[in-house]
């Protein structure tokens, strides 16, 4: 059964730490990954990795896949209260269940002033 | 602009009634879903539809029931059968063939009164 499991489930960290979370994943046929951030309602599209290796970048927001490792991590740096959101990530695969869209259960960040 | 749209924004429904929280979609997407989300939680699977009359059960599909008569829209149906109905949905709208992200409504909050 395909599966991605999002670490820490929580965190709470203060204004200008960088924080890291993790996303690792188990499925068959993998065609991308994606990040979320989550505030109050829709959740907004950060990025979506495809190749290994290669830094997605948003000012102070970053990410990579490791496909060998079967992972991603999404670092934020210099931290602000606003980053403090549930940080969703999903898996797209070809031909599966879920409707080829597998959700992690989030990390959920809290920023501290 | 093209855009999916989640109706009504909050809802309140008294115990032992159905509800229909309406989506729609301008993006030409051919696959559809809701998700629930919990407070402080991830998203999980209600439903999904990858094409017009067709749709398939998530992990969370039993109280629920949906229909997709139109590519554009897909209605789900909160029956009195669901014990827990009290949540935050969302709907989202993706590409099935080419993948990609999905785009989400702004979701509608229902509460049982």
């Known amino acids: 059964e395909d599966k991605v499991v999002q670490s820490p489930l929580s965190l709470v960290v203060h204004e200008g730490d960088t924080v890291t979370l993790n996303c690792s994943y188990e499925?068959?046929?993998?065609?991308?990954l994606l990040w979320y951030k989550q505030e109050k309602k829709a959740p907004t599209f950060l990025f979506m990795l495809t190749s290994s290796g290669i830094e997605k970048k948003s000012g102070r927001l970053s990410s990579i896949l490791d496909k060998k490792e079967l992972f991603s991590i999404l670092n934020i740096t210099a931290t602000q209260t606003g980053d403090s959101a549930i940080y969703l990530c999903a898996v797209e695969v070809y031909g599966g269940s879920q409707g080829n869209l597998i959700f992690g259960k989030g990390t959920k960040l809290s920023v501290k002033p | 602009d093209g855009g999916i749209t989640q109706s009504p924004k909050y809802l309140f429904r008294k115990e032992g009634q159905n509800v229909t929280l309406s989506c729609e979609q301008n993006?030409?997407?051919?696959?559809m879903y809701w998700y629930r989300q919990d407070p402080g939680q991830g998203l999980r699977l209600i439903y999904y539809?990858?094409?017009?009359?067709?749709?398939q059960k998530g992990d969370i599909a039993e109280g629920y029931s949906v229909s997709r008569e139109k590519k554009e829209s897909f209605p789900l149906t909160v029956t009195s059968a669901q014990k827990n109905p009290t949540a935050f949905y969302l709907c989202a709208s993706r590409y099935r063939d080419s993948g990609g992200r999905a785009f989400f409504g702004q979701g509608t909050r229902l509460t049982v009164v």
């Open positions: 499925v068959t046929n993998f065609r991308s």
């Open positions: 539809s990858q094409i017009v009359n067709d749709f």
């Open positions: 993006l030409n997407h051919d696959a």
